[in-house]
Structures are given as C-alpha cells and as structure tokens.
C-alpha cells in the first residue's frame, strides 16, 4: 500500500490568487495524478505528474492553469493558478502502486 | 472515450438489509473495476475490485459482479450497517493505461 499526504488539508482563498498543494508519498512511485472533485461530484483527472519532464494534462485542463511539479518519486504539487469562485474543490493526490490506486485524504478549497 | 454511468445516485436501506449499486461502460477496452468508499471528509479507499477474466468476487460482506458483453458491473453490499453509510464510486480502466473513469456517486445511507 502507499500512505500519501496532503496539505494543506483545506483553505480559503480570495479570487485572483493562487494556492499550492503538497503531495508526499511514503514510498518511490512512478505514477501519481491529480484528480478535482467538485462539491457532490464523481472524480475528475487533472493530470499525470511525471517524475522529470512536463505533466500530462487531460482535456480541459491546461498547465497555466494548474502547473505541477514531479521533483522526484516521492514528492508533487499542484498549484491553482488566478482562482475564481469555480475552483472551489476538493483536490486529490493520487499513486497506483501495486496494482491500486490510492488516494490521499484531499484538499479542500473554497475561493471568495 | 470511456463513459461510466451509476445508479442509483442515492440509496437508503434499513440495517441489515442488502444495497445494490450499478454502473455501466461504454468501451469494450476497460478490463478493470474497481469500487471506492468515500466518508466524509476522506479521500477515497479501494474496497473490492475486479478484472474482465472474472464474473464475481467476493470479501465477506461485499461482493462485485461483472457482466462483459452487457458492460455492466454492480457492487452489492449484506447486511449493512451504519458505518457502511457513505458515498461509493465505481470506476473503469482501459486495458493499458492508469487513467481511471469514475462514476458519479452514490450516496449510501444505512438507518438504524
């Protein structure tokens, strides 16, 4: 199993700034992703944060927007760039690490 | 792309009662499904999974089914209790990659 830690654990932010979440993963792995989970909604896939080159952003999502950092096989962040009220989410760091995905506890934000 | 729908989006069962909770998939290329328990406040835990080569599998209380040629799975959960009160998520992985698709939730309630 991998136990993955986030912070921060929740915030609230005003429009027009932008915030970095943290993700710390207790073991190497090689695949670790973002996910969005809107209030009352299913899972959404930002990206694929790859260790040593430019994340892999999925449709609708674009790395002005939530740049990500990959520094090595433990450790990534996710920054959400000039938020707006529509960014209000919980944020989820994700490993597949023995045939799983596993999740970390989120961050949850709440843009003013 | 891969689509997966979940029914229902809510479900209340008196204790001790079975829930039945199903999806459905759109591409023929997904070969693994996996359930996820999210309680409030927490990120989502893997709680039973299956592959395209199985029909059934079962870990005590919960078990899933798969139906390939129908592309439908369902998770069903005896003699619940309160504490399985949560929201559930269903998911497809396309043969080949690590993207997951999540379904749209089900908000679990079990009333004692």
């Known amino acids: 199993s991998a136990v993955i830690s986030q912070k921060p654990s929740r915030d609230i932010c005003q429009r027009g700034t932008s915030l970095t979440i943290q993700c710390q993963v207790d073991?190497?792995?090689?695949?670790m992703f973002w996910y969005r989970q809107q209030p009352g909604q299913s899972l959404t896939l930002i990206a694929t944060a790859n260790q040593g080159s430019e994340a892999t952003y999925e449709s609708g999502f674009v790395i002005d927007k939530f740049p990500i950092s990959r520094p090595n096989l433990t450790f990534s962040t996710l920054t959400v760039s000039n938020m707006s009220p529509e960014d209000s989410s919980i944020y989820l760091c994700?490993?597949?690490?023995?045939?799983?995905?596993?999740f970390g506890e989120g961050s949850r934000l709440t843009v003013l | 792309g891969e689509n997966v729908e979940q029914h229902p989006s809510t479900l209340s069962v008196q204790e001790g009662d079975s829930a039945v909770i199903k999806c459905t998939y759109s591409?023929?290329?997904?070969?693994?499904f996996p359930w996820y328990k999210q309680e409030l406040g927490k990120g989502p835990q893997l709680i039973i999974d299956?592959?395209?080569?199985?029909g059934e599998k079962k870990d005590q209380r919960i078990a899933v089914t798969l139906n390939k040629t129908a592309k439908h799975f369902s998770l069903h959960i005896t003699e619940t209790q309160p504490e399985d009160s949560a929201v559930y998520f269903c998911?497809?992985?396309?043969?080949?990659?690590?993207?997951?698709?999540f379904g749209t939730g089900t908000r679990l309630k079990v009333l004692a």
């Open positions: 998911a497809a992985s396309p043969s080949g990659t690590y993207k997951y698709i």
């Open positions: 073991s190497q792995v090689t695949m």
């Open positions: 994700s490993v597949h690490s023995t045939g799983e995905l596993f």
């Open positions: 591409d023929s290329a997904s070969n693994y």
């Open positions: 299956i592959r395209s080569n199985v």
